[in-house]
């Protein structure tokens, strides 16, 4: 089974950071994907994404409407979107790191 990973973030950490990572899951399970979703919520970061994790992966989705550093994320394909298209078209995001 193919893996990747995600991060999500918006400026007040509270609804869409959220609502982007339950997309993102439902949208992976859907299509037959293992994910981890990281979110940078109000509380702070949960789930985080471990070096392992991001190595084993095929690709990462960043989900944000803030500014995050890429740096881990070196040798990967990246796909940055704003939480609004994560929430609305997961599985079109999905399937472009399938590709």
């Not at 789930?47 to 991001?54: A, R």
Request: proline share 1%.
């Amino acid at each position: 089974m193919k893996k990747i990973v995600a991060v999500t973030a918006c400026p007040t950490g509270i609804a869409h950071t959220y609502m982007a990572a339950e997309a993102l899951l439902i949208a992976a399970k859907a299509l037959g994907v293992e994910i981890k979703v990281e979110t940078n919520g109000a509380i702070g970061v949960e789930n985080e994404l471990t070096d392992k994790d991001i190595e084993s992966s095929i690709g990462v989705i960043i989900a944000s409407d803030i500014h995050l550093s890429k740096e881990r994320f070196k040798n990967k394909v990246i796909i940055e979107i704003d939480t609004r298209h994560a929430i609305f078209d997961s599985k079109k995001y999905i399937n472009q790191l399938l590709k």
